[in-house]
């Protein structure tokens, strides 16, 4: 069991250029060990990893506070990981420990939700391709099984994942996205027809790549039917999914007025991304929760700003495909609708041609005014669409390509997304040609 410093003084440690922790005070020698590596291997203490291959990556000294879990408590403390040479020098500060963490979900829920007695610790992992690689008693109990044995076989094989009421899966999105997911509904392939509902945080290795999920579960209630409706705490689970995203809006805004000190402009660039991405998945959650825009509710919008938007979100996306995206430079475009529902629809259609243009490719972005109406078209390089395939797209769970990994959902929603403002999605397009996507909405 790691202990606390039996004087006030740092605990030390110290990374290679890989990330293996070569040497460590024995108090942080004991949590590598309780996270389940040994000295010489990668540090296992993910705050604490995220914090040195920050400065790493800097090049500076960097301090942040940190929690490492032990096998019975968790530790807080002040991480100070200073470069030198291509090692990283660790210096644990204010070394503190305090009760065990139960899961994220206990609070909102209570122990008598969860389905089983004593407030049990359901939470699972899996590695980069949805293999298990942890499961705790408790969950294996739930859903008979143990974790023995099923490490590495694949989740799935487990749990029976389930679509929700758009047709879409949270897990297959958090993979699709590398990024957090809740919600998402799964049965136990046991036998019993136990309903859980996971939700998990992607995983990032020493280096930064993508090395599966962690997260927790609880047993659904079902009120009746055979499909099981459940009783999922939707406001609490929505106030779980505002919260994180708040603070890291609040900690992108510090990264831009460099709060805490100096920083290279580019990093302060990054700051701005990360705040915009996140104000836009906020509204994404908004919009989950509420009603549809009606045709009544629009207000005078900028087309081309919000493109633009769009633009940036998507920046990545274009990045990884060496895909470039050209926006016309037009004065403000006026329109009624809602800015949230615009820039929605505009993401998933400039999404849509960077995955479908070739790499090295272009994606073109043009604005029309006609009487009455104000339209923004997303034009790729892709294979194209045939004429008899036009509609059959917008319908849910259709996709333009057989070999698309899609849920066929996006132009569906879009296209219901527009139509609630009084506009509507249409497409252009042949065969071997491309395809143009136009978002028209009535002009203002």
Same mark, same amino acid.
């Given at each position: 069991?790691?202990? $606390?410093?039996? &004087?006030?003084?740092?605990?030390?440690?110290?990374?290679?250029?890989?990330?293996?922790?070569?040497?460590?005070?024995?108090?942080?020698?004991?949590?590598? #060990?309780? @996270?389940?590596?040994?000295?010489?291997?990668?540090?296992?203490?993910?705050?604490?990893?995220?914090?040195?291959?920050?400065?790493?990556?800097?090049?500076?000294?960097?301090?942040?506070?940190?929690?490492?879990?032990?096998?019975?408590? &968790?530790?807080?403390?002040?991480?100070?990981?200073?470069?030198?040479? +291509?090692?990283?020098?660790?210096?644990?500060?204010?070394?503190?420990?305090?009760? $065990?963490?139960?899961?994220?979900?206990?609070?909102?829920?209570?122990?008598?939700? $969860?389905?089983?007695?004593?407030?049990?610790?359901?939470?699972?992992?899996?590695?980069?391709?949805?293999?298990?690689?942890?499961?705790?008693?408790?969950?294996?109990?739930?859903?008979?099984?143990?974790? =023995?044995?099923?490490?590495?076989?694949? !989740?799935? /094989?487990? #749990?029976?994942?389930?679509?929700?009421?758009?047709?879409? *899966? $949270?897990? *297959?999105?958090?993979?699709?996205?590398?990024?957090?997911?809740?919600?998402?509904?799964?049965?136990?392939?046991?036998?019993?027809?136990?309903?859980?509902? #996971?939700?998990?945080?992607?995983? =990032?290795?020493? &280096?930064?790549?993508?090395?599966?999920?962690?997260?927790?579960?609880?047993?659904?209630? %079902?009120?009746?039917?055979?499909?099981?409706?459940? &009783?999922?705490?939707?406001?609490?689970?929505?106030?779980?999914?505002?919260?994180?995203?708040?603070?890291?809006?609040?900690?992108?805004?510090?990264?831009?007025?460099? @709060?805490?000190?100096?920083?290279?402009?580019?990093?302060?660039?990054?700051?701005?991304?990360?705040?915009?991405?996140?104000?836009?998945?906020?509204?994404?959650? /908004?919009?989950?929760?509420?009603?549809?825009?009606?045709?009544?509710? %629009?207000?005078?919008? +900028?087309?081309? @700003?919000?493109?633009?938007?769009?633009?940036?979100?998507?920046?990545?996306?274009?990045?990884?495909?060496?895909?470039?995206?050209?926006?016309?430079?037009?004065?403000?475009?006026?329109? *009624?609708?809602?800015?949230?529902?615009?820039?929605?629809?505009?993401?998933?259609?400039?999404?849509?041609?960077?995955?479908?243009?070739?790499?090295?490719?272009?994606?073109?972005?043009?604005?029309?005014? =006609?009487?009455?109406?104000?339209?923004?078209?997303?034009?790729?390089?892709?294979?194209?669409?045939?004429?008899?395939?036009?509609?059959?797209?917008?319908?849910?769970?259709?996709?333009?390509?057989?070999?698309?990994?899609?849920?066929?959902?996006? !132009?569906?929603?879009?296209?219901?997304?527009?139509?609630?403002?009084?506009?509507?999605? =249409?497409?252009?397009?042949?065969?071997?040609?491309?395809?143009?996507?136009? #978002?028209?909405?009535?002009?203002?």
């Amino acid at each position: 069991m790691a202990s $606390a410093p039996a &004087d006030p003084r740092a605990v030390l440690g110290r990374l290679d250029s890989s990330g293996r922790l070569v040497a460590a005070d024995p108090e942080l020698e004991a949590l590598q #060990l309780e @996270a389940g590596a040994a000295l010489g291997q990668r540090l296992a203490l993910p705050q604490i990893a995220a914090i040195a291959e920050l400065a790493r990556q800097l090049g500076t000294e960097v301090v942040r506070p940190a929690i490492a879990a032990a096998a019975d408590h &968790d530790v807080e403390v002040r991480v100070r990981a200073e470069p030198r040479g +291509d090692e990283i020098a660790l210096s644990l500060e204010d070394w503190t420990t305090r009760p $065990a963490q139960g899961p994220r979900l206990a609070a909102l829920i209570g122990a008598a939700e $969860a389905g089983i007695a004593g407030a049990p610790e359901l939470e699972w992992g899996t590695d980069e391709q949805l293999r298990v690689v942890a499961l705790s008693p408790d969950l294996a109990k739930a859903i008979g099984t143990d974790l =023995t044995e099923v490490v590495g076989e694949p !989740l799935t /094989r487990l #749990l029976k994942l389930e679509e929700d009421a758009d047709g879409d *899966m $949270a897990l *297959m999105r958090g993979v699709a996205a590398r990024t957090s997911f809740s919600g998402q509904r799964c049965r136990s392939r046991g036998g019993d027809d136990m309903v859980l509902i #996971l939700d998990g945080d992607p995983v =990032t290795s020493p &280096d930064g790549r993508f090395a599966g999920f962690r997260g927790t579960a609880r047993v659904a209630k %079902q009120v009746g039917g055979p499909a099981g409706i459940t &009783d999922d705490g939707a406001g609490s689970l929505d106030d779980l999914l505002r919260s994180p995203l708040d603070r890291i809006i609040a900690s992108a805004e510090r990264i831009v007025e460099r @709060a805490d000190g100096p920083l290279r402009s580019d990093y302060v660039g990054y700051g701005t991304d990360i705040a915009s991405a996140a104000r836009h998945l906020l509204s994404v959650i /908004r919009g989950m929760s509420e009603a549809p825009a009606a045709t009544g509710s %629009q207000a005078r919008i +900028d087309i081309s @700003a919000l493109a633009a938007e769009a633009v940036l979100l998507s920046e990545g996306l274009a990045e990884d495909r060496a895909v470039l995206v050209e926006l016309e430079r037009v004065s403000p475009l006026a329109a *009624m609708g809602q800015e949230r529902a615009v820039i929605q629809i505009l993401v998933n259609l400039i999404g849509n041609a960077i995955r479908y243009s070739p790499r090295g490719g272009s994606v073109h972005i043009r604005f029309e005014r =006609t009487r009455g109406t104000a339209s923004v078209c997303v034009s790729d390089q892709g294979p194209g669409i045939a004429a008899e395939d036009h509609q059959r797209i917008f319908e849910r769970f259709e996709r333009a390509h057989q070999d698309d990994s899609g849920t066929g959902l996006g !132009l569906a929603i879009c296209r219901r997304l527009a139509r609630s403002m009084g506009g509507d999605v =249409t497409v252009a397009s042949r065969p071997g040609e491309g395809a143009s996507f136009t #978002l028209t909405l009535a002009a203002a």
